[in-house]
């Protein structure tokens, strides 16, 4: 099953820094058995759309950065504007984990988990390094079950 990795981050695209946390997450579902492909974008609504749009056969999607509560960080707004629904769980889990590691600040975070119309699965994560390795260590509990649910489209529930 195929993978996108996509990283929102003007200095990882403009070459200022590296790419620590979209290397980890590509190492994390790679083990997992995904076929990954990684994308780096700059902090723009068209570019993380269109880089969505240009990877239909990935159907799970990790986007990373662009969380928090700066005027800058988009990403989570943009990525609601292609859902059709989200599963508030997650982001609730997200911060609870979060906030044992790096205190109160964490429910600052916008983390989010979303499902797009074709059955396509969207985790928005943070762009720092604990925060993937938080949000993945959630997500790849789930992910199995989500992502057949997310495809099946008659038939009972299966229940994991």
Not at 62 to 88: H, Y
């Amino acid at each position: 099953m195929k993978a996108l990795v996509l990283v929102v981050s003007d200095s990882v695209f403009e070459g200022r820094t590296s790419d620590v946390s979209g290397e980890f997450a590509v190492r994390a579902l790679s083990s997992r058995g995904f076929n990954v492909v990684k994308v780096i974008t700059p902090n723009k609504p068209t570019e993380i759309i269109k880089s969505i749009r240009e990877n239909p056969d990935a159907r799970l999607i990790i986007v990373i950065g662009g969380t928090g509560p700066s005027p800058r960080d988009i990403t989570v707004d943009t990525v609601e504007s292609l859902a059709w629904r989200s599963f508030p769980g997650f982001g609730e889990e997200f911060r609870r984990r979060s906030v044992e590691r790096v205190g109160l600040r964490a429910i600052l975070s916008r983390a989010g988990l979303y499902e797009t119309f074709d059955g396509r699965v969207i985790a928005v994560l943070p762009g720092s390094l604990d925060g993937v390795e938080v949000g993945l260590s959630i997500l790849l509990e789930i992910t199995q079950h989500l992502l057949e649910e997310a495809q099946r489209t008659e038939g009972p529930h299966r229940v994991a």
